[in-house]
Nanobody, 122 residues
Framework: QVQLIESGGGLVQAGGSLRLSCVLFGRDFSPYAMGWFRQAPGKEREFVAAIAWNEISTYYEDSVKGRFTINRDNAKNMVYLQMTSLKPEDTAVYYC???????????????WGQGTQVTVSS
């Protein structure tokens, strides 16, 4: 059984930064592509960023390119999302996700975390 646990959310002013963390329990971490999704109030969950198990490939949703960076530490079973230049429209619950391959992750993750709230005030 795979379990994903996120941390690092909070309240920040526009222009500020946050780093989200996610740890994977239950399986060997390295074969999984990892990523982040978010869901704002009244909206559908959307893809944010993904990273392949070997870190060669990364993908970002257009609105976060240049502001967000995804990376991982396979020795610690951790994936991170560094968010800078935050905007009020980034306000959402952010979810960690996992899938054996990055294309599958972007469209239909196998595993989800419980989510962490990020609120950006104007």
């Amino acid at each position: 059984q795979v379990q994903l646990i996120e941390s690092g959310g909070g309240l920040v002013q526009a222009g500020g930064s946050l780093r989200l963390s996610c740890v994977l329990f239950g399986r060997d971490f390295s074969p999984y592509a990892m990523g982040w999704f978010r869901q704002a109030p009244g909206k559908e969950r959307e893809f944010v960023a993904a990273i392949a198990w070997n870190e060669i490939s990364t993908y970002y949703e257009d609105s976060v390119k240049g502001r967000f960076t995804i990376n991982r530490d396979n020795a610690k079973n951790m994936v991170y999302l560094q968010m800078t230049s935050l905007k009020p429209e980034d306000t959402a619950v952010y979810y960690c996700a996992a899938h054996p391959n990055i294309d599958g992750l972007r469209h239909s993750p196998d595993y989800w975390g419980q989510g962490t709230q990020v609120t950006v005030s104007s």
